[in-house]
């Protein structure tokens, strides 16, 4: 009855209201068919932070480089270069609309991250170089609020240099609080030779290899939520370069791909190293594309130096498909694990039900022996292994769109309502605590979001998760109430758990932002007694800093984040911070922090 009644409780509370502008983080979130931040690769937005930075230009680039994005799916990628043969460069979203294979939903999602620049007349393609520069440098000091003595700065650089034509190149340094001396602590870089008429790249340094739906080779980490229809069909992206400020992800090493016909041969070599042996992962990949299907066949081995020789502690090989029919997407994969001779698949439709409405569905077998290294499909649980599943989930529009106040054109826009719902239904058949085997995990999620006018949204997110071991519930409500006239935004969360015990969590956070400067202030509690109810709430921050912290125990924070166009070729970064634990019997030590970021781009 208790859990009932916090429902009912913030469901009473969400019909008051909700209104924000699209913020970036908000793009980057529907871009990628998740409901919350918190449910965010930070890897994936430090990319797609840099692409709302500098919007690829598509109308420029390349089938290689239109997939390596993220953005579209071979099939898409392909669709708009048949297109751009045809008729000409891409002058409008209206008439991006119409491309196979796009729509107005998906044009909608993906315009804040492309531009439609063009040298030409209608009718003809663009073609020509310029080069680009980017200069980021960031410092970052923090210190506990007893002691006057702050610890020992964090701080990073990044410079790129992109040109449209063959060539770019980038590199990455960056040092945490934790790192022993003042020296970077990691660094990341590459450089990256485009072969004429995009046949294909060479690169040398930092990339990323993603293939398939990530079974076998997919470097990164994967959301464990498939909360909407748009995060069900990962877009393969194959090798592209990497510059991120820790390098975390990344593979080091040469790495290229070649086009020949409907066939692309990707093949790479990276070092691989660990406290106590090194070693190197040879990988290739060779796909088939046809006019809307993919198939590719993924093999990859690690080779490390052990006493008395050479062992292998991870080889796989996998054989993947896509597939796009009158709108229907169609995805599978299977992988073999040579070192344990175990097979993992998956297998999965996204598929319109009616007008403004989509579907989707996945079933997932993962056995216990599959190692889950170098895989990051779609799950349940924190790894791609001891794992048996199927997930459903549907998502509807209602009404037309609405341009935001102040704001216009797409990117800037929203239903005027909308819905969604997914249910996972998980069996992990060796057991995750005690002696009992096939313990299960149902995960259920909905959300509602309203337009009101067009400066007021209202958006309820209910969630429920059901295991047989530990915690058998855990509950949470989410109810967002803000009031927006641009350039001008408050926003009101309240979020409550209950698991162990109940949780609570609000903030009040008032912003200003327009084209050349932004600010934002918020004041937030949170009641938190036991680590099970532990509430995420993403904290907002420079480009580059993904910032999801867990809020635990009793206390409040305060954080002042801002940012200044001082030039059409500079912008600054700045956030300060302070949290406190006044309401605890147990003294636990606060924090208070202050960021400075500074970016050029020439």
């Given at each position: 009855m208790r859990r009932i009644g916090i429902i009912l409780l913030f469901l009473l509370t969400a019909i008051v209201t909700r209104a924000q502008s699209i913020s970036d983080i908000d793009r980057i979130m529907r871009l990628e068919g998740v409901s919350d931040p918190e449910e965010l690769d930070p890897y994936d937005v430090e990319r797609l932070e840099d692409l709302l930075r500098h919007p690829l230009r598509i109308n420029y680039a390349s089938l290689s480089k239109l997939e390596e994005s993220g953005l579209f799916t071979h099939y898409q990628a392909v669709s708009f270069i048949d297109y751009r043969s045809r008729h000409g460069d891409v002058l409008s979203y209206s008439e991006l609309v119409y491309v196979d294979g796009f729509g107005a939903a998906f044009v909608e999602r993906t315009a804040p991250f492309i531009s439609l620049e063009s040298a030409s007349v209608p009718g003809m393609t663009s073609s020509g170089s310029s080069s680009e520069h980017e200069v980021t440098m960031k410092i970052s000091m923090k210190a506990p609020i007893e002691s006057a003595v702050c610890d020992a700065p964090s701080y990073a650089l990044k410079y790129i240099l992109t040109n449209a034509g063959q060539f770019a190149a980038g590199i990455a340094f960056s040092r945490s609080y934790d790192a022993d001396g003042i020296m970077p602590e990691t660094m990341s870089g590459h450089i990256r030779y485009d072969l004429k008429r995009g046949q294909g790249k060479i690169i040398a340094g930092d990339f990323n290899a993603r293939f398939g739906q990530g079974l076998a080779l997919w470097n990164g980490m994967s959301v464990g939520s498939q909360t909407s229809p748009s995060a069900y069909m990962k877009r393969s992206s194959g090798l592209s370069p990497s510059s991120s400020y820790t390098g975390v992800y990344a593979l080091r090493g040469l790495a290229a791909d070649f086009a020949f016909k409907r066939f692309r041969l990707s093949a790479l070599i990276a070092v691989e190293s660990d406290q106590d042996d090194s070693g190197i992962l040879p990988a290739a990949n060779i796909a088939y594309f046809g006019r809307s299907a993919q198939v590719s066949v993924t093999h990859y081995a690690t080779f490390m130096s052990a006493s008395g020789g050479m062992k292998i502690p991870d080889m796989k090989t996998s054989a993947d498909l896509a597939l796009c029919i009158k709108g229907t997407d169609l995805f599978a994969e299977c992988a073999y694990d040579w070192t344990s001779g175990s097979y993992a698949a998956l297998a999965g439709a996204v598929f319109p039900a009616g007008e403004d409405v989509r579907m989707a569905a996945m079933i997932r077998f993962y056995p216990s022996g599959y190692s889950p290294l170098r895989s990051a499909a779609a799950r349940s649980t924190s790894k791609c292994t001891n794992e048996h599943a199927v997930s459903f989930s549907g998502e509807a529009s209602l009404g037309g769109w609405v341009s935001l106040k102040g704001k216009e054109g797409y990117g800037s826009s929203v239903r005027k309502a909308s819905c969604s719902f997914s249910v996972d239904a998980a069996c992990f058949p060796d057991p995750k605590e005690g002696e009992d085997p096939h313990d299960i995990q149902i995960k259920a999620n909905t959300e509602c979001t309203v337009m009101l006018t067009e400066a007021i949204r209202l958006k309820l997110k209910v969630s429920e998760r059901i295991r047989s071991w530990g915690r058998l519930f855990r509950t949470e409500v989410r109810t967002d109430i803000a009031y927006m006239t641009y350039p001008w935004n408050v926003t009101l969360r309240l979020n409550t758990v209950r698991s162990d015990g109940t949780g609570f969590l609000a903030y009040l956070?008032?912003?200003?932002?327009?084209?050349?400067?932004?600010?934002?202030?918020?004041?937030?509690?949170?009641?938190?007694?036991?680590?099970?109810?532990?509430?995420?709430?993403?904290?907002?921050?420079?480009?580059?800093?993904?910032?999801?912290?867990?809020?635990?125990?009793?206390?409040?924070?305060?954080?002042?984040?801002?940012?200044?166009?001082?030039?059409?070729?500079?912008?600054?970064?700045?956030?300060?911070?302070?949290l406190a634990y006044p309401f605890m019997q147990r003294k636990k030590p606060g924090k208070a922090e202050l960021k400075l970021q500074f970016t050029f781009d020439i």
């Open positions: 956070e008032g912003g200003y932002k327009t084209g050349i400067t932004a600010f934002y202030l918020r004041q937030g509690a949170f009641l938190v007694d036991s680590w099970d109810d532990r509430i995420y709430s993403y904290e907002r921050d420079a480009p580059g800093s993904f910032n999801v912290p867990a809020y635990y125990g009793r206390g409040v924070w305060t954080s002042f984040n801002a940012s200044w166009r001082f030039a059409r070729w500079g912008r600054m970064y700045a956030r300060a911070g302070v």
